[in-house]
């Protein structure tokens, strides 16, 4: 399955956790080197060190599972993209929990953007989000221990954690002065699709994760939609603060709204071949008058697949808040036996339109800042621009 995403605490870019698009467990791989690799590789001084360690390091008995896992998370770090990782099980499991909206911890999305450890995104309802937690803050220490160098994975496991215990992190907003926030953790529950009508024939549907779930999910809401609403003249679709999840779930959305076998997405292998994929059902929402998406920062891979198609093809589709968080590559996820799993970054993916959204994400046609003063008088100005521009037809 491919997919999407990064979740921590709480896209997985793709399959659990991490900003990604994954395709889990294939049958098959194939890796296709443009040019030739070295094949022979002199592990004698890695033996070496390991030995050296065991027998003179002064906390002994070391263990040798926990350097064995922290080899791998070293040699797959050593290729430095933040999106290909090793998970020892622990993580792995958080991860995979993570895309499928339950789990333990404080229910943020995080990663590393231009070497900072980030948030994308604090999730519905989560502890974060009520702790204050905002899109686009750097953690700049977790427990008082400094984030710089941090591998995302080191930073997951030691967010994580079980419900009722407190997790403290600074935090740097823009260039303010860090602050340290507390927040206690908890057992997060988030519904992957949820509507309302909120009158003169607008649906307003929220997707808040591409998980396993999703699809059907999806099918329900669009029927409740469909069924309960006997005028339906547009939808605001809110992929706010979405991290991501699994590819074919925006490829199936997104056929909700387009007419026709289309495009909705291609992958570009390390050669630069392009494989397109289609959208192969009819969708209730293709004759839909009016679209409006809402996006922000913490909108990242599957949330900007959804995004980006949709406006590609639908005749009125007006994008409205903030850019998004620019995540364009996707990976392979594999489990192991004993629980870890690895994450290999195998290919791009492009809009309709052949465009890398890549570090520059998806901008906005209406641009709304929701200011922490009008959040705090529970005041979404975002989406009040949204609904208004969905009146206007």
Known sequence: MLGVGCFFGGMYFGKRGYELEVKK????????????????????????????????????PVDPQKMLWGATMGMVEALGDPYTSFLPPAVNEAVTSSINGEYQGI???????????????????????????????????????????????????????????????????????????????????????TWEDKGEGTAYIRVSRFGEDTNGDWSRIAKEVSVQMSE????????????????????????????????????????????????GRLGSFETLPRVVILIDEG???????????????????????????????????????????????????????????HEKGIEPDVVVENVREDLEEGVDAQLDKALELASEI
Not at 304 to 326: C, M, N, P, R, W
């Open 25 to 60: 467990n294939p049958p098959e791989v194939t890796i296709i080197h443009d040019e030739p690799i070295a094949t022979e590789v002199d592990f004698a001084r890695f033996w070496e060190v390991w030995d050296l360690v065991s027998e003179m390091y002064l906390d002994r």
């Open 107 to 193: 229910g943020a999305e995080l990663s590393i953007k231009e070497g900072w450890l980030v948030v994308v995104a604090p999730l519905d309802g989560s502890p974060a989000k009520a702790a204050g937690v905002k899109a686009g803050d750097r953690i700049v220490e977790i427990e008082g221990e400094s984030t710089i160098g941090m591998a995302l994975t080191e930073a997951v496991s030691k967010i994580r954690g079980d419900a009722g215990t407190t997790s403290t992190l600074k935090l740097q907003r823009n260039s303010d002065e860090p602050f340290v926030v507390h927040i206690q953790r908890g057992v997060i529950n988030i519904a992957s699709v």
């Open 232 to 279: 339906l003249d547009a939808v605001v679709l809110d992929v706010r603060g979405n991290p991501g999840g699994y590819m074919d779930s925006a490829v199936y959305i997104a056929a909700e709204f387009v007419k026709g076998k289309q495009v909705m997405m291609y992958t570009e292998s390390a050669l630069g071949e392009l494989t397109p994929f289609e959208n």
């Open 299 to 357: 909108s990242a891979s599957a949330s900007e697949i959804l995004a980006a198609a949709i406006e590609f093809y639908h005749d009125d589709v007006t994008l409205v808040g903030q850019k998004s968080f620019g995540k364009g590559t996707i990976q392979e996820a594999k489990d192991f036996s004993d629980g870890s799993g690895v994450h290999i970054t195998i290919a791009k993916w492009l809009t309709p339109g052949k465009v890398w959204v």
